[in-house]
């Protein structure tokens, strides 16, 4: 039984998408009379349009992630990821707000649903929601007529043909949302999101705001996340890669992943307001660093050279610090004296590619002094843990990340070590359909750095393809909380 459907509402749009299709087209019928032949089935529709946004011209392609219909608004989660399949066809797509009337709209009503933010207007898709369920409805909407160039036009056959040839373009890949369709269970991996460390430093920059006022200057990404560095910058953050980009006498904000002491020299120099929002179990390794080189030791720091972690960590004794990034270095690394020998961690590394070059060190150093602590954070090894379990039950594992998050993409290669096909993505825009096809339990996780919020997003997407069992898997609660520092309390 087919699983999914694909609606248009005129015959001459069915015949623009159908050579494109294995699964049939169905013509639903023009304006607010127009009816699905099935419900309760994830449902796509495509057809013609009128632009309203001057940024939309004849031919361009607009997914709807809202419909709009006088004051009713409907929010689709199904936009992002068509629209990024759309466009990685090579097709122009546009997002956002397609209103819906019983008429066609011109002149000064044209202008009044612009006004409000809309992107284009038809006289179907609003009505279709209605009788549908819009957590499984897609919108494409290929635009014919615009303000500047109106329906009834010289020019409007030839915009009418390429809107058309826009649709057929499109046909594959909504046979392949169609082939994506089915219903699914998503396995939530427990914990995941941000961790303690992550919530304390956006909370530092948030505090500076409010304190100081904007703007206020943050060396680096505050954490590893572009939504998070997005959302803060809109609300005055400004985000420096170092700090003679600040002016003399303004407040800057060190960035959870820790710098060098050649850093907060140069803050003192130029005579800065310094926050520190360093994570307090990062400013731990920088403590076991200079422990240790400070009794005459040289110290293995085993982590990724160009982490900026690691690049702080270092800085605290470059002259006694050696970075080890694989088994291979740490099978080749030379020292001058091998009897006074210490390693520390990178925080956010994998916790068995950590222990597999730890062990290589230990045995061609036996003198190797451990730090008294672990230095991979809590929030790294129970995330870990619960992609390992999760990957062992799921066809798929999606982890929501930044890709420059070590923490994210080691949840990533733990899911593909344990036999299971695994992608790292930003948001709910980089699902591929690919990886949906024939898939049908999904885990799903977070690196520390990324908002929960999109997770629920993702998992909203997901619904748009199919009925959809939500369940956890985990059970760790992570209570550990950090104090702030004193200049934002």
């Known amino acids: 039984m087919t699983q999914a459907q694909l609606l248009t509402p005129l015959r001459i749009e069915r015949a623009a998408v159908a050579r494109g299709m294995r699964d049939p087209v169905h013509v639903s019928g023009r304006g607010p009379d127009g009816a699905p032949p099935r419900t309760g089935l994830p449902t796509v529709v495509a057809g013609v349009a009128g632009g309203l946004d001057p940024a939309v011209h004849p031919g361009d ?53 612009a006004a409000r933010g809309g992107l284009a207007v038809d006289t179907e898709s609003a009505y279709l929601a209605t009788k549908l369920d819009p957590q499984q409805l897609a919108i494409v909407r290929a635009v014919v007529d615009t303000a500047d160039d109106p329906l009834l036009h010289p020019g409007t056959l030839r915009r009418g043909v390429a809107a058309l040839r826009s649709l057929r373009r499109a046909a594959p890949v909504l046979q392949q949302w169609l082939d994506a369709c089915g219903p699914r269970t998503v396995v939530r991996a427990e914990p995941q999101s941000f961790c303690a460390g992550v919530e304390r430093a956006i909370e530092i920059v948030e505090r500076a705001l409010e304190r100081h006022g904007a703007p206020v200057y943050v060396r680096r990404q505050i954490v590893h996340n572009t939504h998070v560095v997005a959302d803060l910058e809109r609300r005055g953050a400004v985000f420096v890669q170092e700090l003679d980009e600040v002016p003399e006498g303004a407040t800057a904000v060190l960035a959870a992943h820790g710098v060098a002491p050649s850093v907060r020299r140069q803050a003192i120099e130029r005579r800065l307001h310094v926050i520190d929002a360093t994570c307090p179990l990062v400013a731990k390794v920088h403590q076991e660093v200079r422990r240790f080189s400070g009794s005459g030791r040289t110290v293995f720091l085993i982590g990724h050279a160009d982490h900026e972690e690691v690049v702080g960590t270092r800085g605290e004794a470059p002259d006694h610090v050696e970075v080890v990034g694989s088994v291979a270095d740490a099978r080749s690394v030379q020292v001058a004296h091998p009897e006074r020998v210490s390693y520390v961690m990178q925080t956010t590394l994998s916790v068995e590619e950590a222990d597999e070059i730890a062990t290589v060190l230990r045995g061609r150093f036996p003198a190797l002094q451990a730090p008294r602590r672990d230095d991979i954070c809590y929030a790294t090894s129970n995330r870990q843990h619960a992609v390992r379990q999760v990957a062992a039950d799921t066809d798929l594992v999606l982890v929501v990340g930044s890709a420059n998050s070590s923490n994210s993409m080691r949840l990533v290669e733990v899911a593909r070590a344990a036999g299971t096909d695994a992608h790292l993505i930003e948001d709910a825009s980089d699902l ?28 909203a997407a997901l619904s748009a393809f199919g009925d959809i069992e939500v369940t956890r898997h985990g059970g760790v609660t992570e209570t550990v909380q950090f104090t702030l520092p004193r200049e934002v309390v």
């Open 432 to 459: 591929r359909l690919e990886w949906l096809t024939g898939v049908h339990r999904i885990g799903v996780s977070a690196g520390a750095s990324a908002p929960p919020t999109l997770v629920d997003e993702l998992i």
């Open 61 to 113: 392609l607009v997914v709807a992630d809202r419909i709009r219909c006088h004051d009713t608004e409907i929010r689709l989660p199904s936009a992002g990821p068509l629209a990024a399949a759309l466009r990685a066809a090579g097709l122009t797509v546009h997002v956002g707000t397609v209103e819906s009337a019983d008429h066609v709209v011109t002149g000064a009503e044209r202008d009044a649903l």
